[in-house]
């Protein structure tokens, strides 16, 4: 039996349970993280995340007609 079927198989009450204690988890995560990072002493510096979100950072050029760019 696969584990979607299994889950498929659950009762709605239970799966709308395991539902929101997936999410439980998740926000538990999401908040403990800085805590443990900076105890195990993985927390980033200022210049690497300044690093970092410079080369996330999104670009966006226009691409269009040449008339159109100089009109604008």
Same mark, same amino acid.
């Not at 443990?36 to 105890?39: H, I």
């Given at each position: 039996m696969s584990l979607? #079927?299994?889950y498929r198989g659950?009762?709605?009450k239970t799966r709308a349970l395991f539902g929101v204690g997936v999410m439980a988890w998740a926000t538990i995560g999401l908040w403990t993280t800085p805590q443990? @990072? #900076? *105890?195990l002493g993985m927390q980033s510096t200022k210049e690497e995340q300044e690093a970092l979100? +410079?080369?996330l950072a999104v670009r966006v #050029? +226009?691409?269009g007609d040449e008339k159109e760019n @100089? *009109?604008?």
């Open positions: 979607w #079927s299994t659950l009762t709605p443990v @990072e #900076s *105890a979100d +410079r080369k #050029s +226009r691409i @100089e *009109a604008n």
